[in-house]
């Protein structure tokens, strides 16, 4: 699936909104109860997703810009710092604490 750019979704939208209201003046203008009736709803209502789904879209992308690169990791211990011999020594309430103290001073 490709990601819709910003200014993409936003004509996505634009054009959704004006199809979907002009199908649904044309519908109740119509007031047709046939098959031709329900295929303009079941339009009306296809076309109201897509615009809901493209604001939606717009709305939650980031604006364009520098991308930052993300903070290096430690080369061990993972996220936190946290490695094997460290595991190895929390059962000893004195390391816990040495650990807490590490951890709270970053």
Not at 92 to 97: G, H, K, R, T, Y
């Amino acid at each position: 699936m490709t990601r819709l750019l910003r200014s993409r979704a936003r004509i996505l939208a634009v054009t959704a909104s004006l199809a979907t209201v002009s199908l649904l003046v044309t519908l109740v203008v119509l007031r047709r109860a046939d098959f031709l009736g329900v295929v303009l709803a079941i339009l009306v209502v296809l076309l109201a997703m897509i615009a809901g789904v493209a604001v939606d879209a717009a709305r939650h992308q980031p604006p364009a810009g520098p991308a930052t690169a993300p903070p290096p990791q430690q080369s061990t211990g993972g996220p936190h710092g946290i490695d094997a011999p460290t595991l190895e020594t929390l059962d000893n309430p004195m390391m816990v604490a040495a650990l807490r103290a590490r951890l709270r001073d970053r």
